[in-house]
Nanobody
């Protein structure tokens, strides 16, 4: 059973930065697309970013382009989401996910982390 463990969330002021990590338990994840989603209470899970298995192709939702960077280290079977210039509207629980054929659709991902809370104050 593949496990993903999210970490790195916290509370920051607007304009600050956080780096989220997603550690996988199985080397097979190094051959899969990895993605990040976020969710606030009462809302659907929202796509944030995704990265190809070799790390050469990335895809972002418009609201985070230029501020967030997704990356991965396949030797460590770990994905990252570097978040800069954070805004209060970025406040959410962030989830990493892996193994999908449709990068932006959460229902198509097979494996999920447990989530890590990001809170951005004005």
């Amino acid at each position: 059973q593949v496990q993903l463990v999210d970490s790195g969330g916290g509370s920051v002021q607007a304009g600050g930065s956080l780096r989220l990590s997603c550690a996988a338990s199985d080397l097979s994840i190094s051959t899969e697309v990895m993605g990040w989603f976020r969710q606030t209470p009462g809302k659907e899970r929202e796509f944030v970013a995704a990265i190809s298995p070799n790390g050469k192709t990335t895809f972002y939702t418009d609201s985070v382009k230029g501020r967030f960077t997704i990356s991965r280290d396949n030797a460590k079977i770990t994905g990252y989401l570097q978040m800069n210039s954070l805004k209060p509207e970025d406040t959410a629980t962030y989830y990493c996910a892996a193994n999908t054929e449709e990068w932006a659709r959460p229902e198509r991902y097979i494996y999920w982390g447990q989530g890590t809370q990001v809170t951005v104050s004005p």
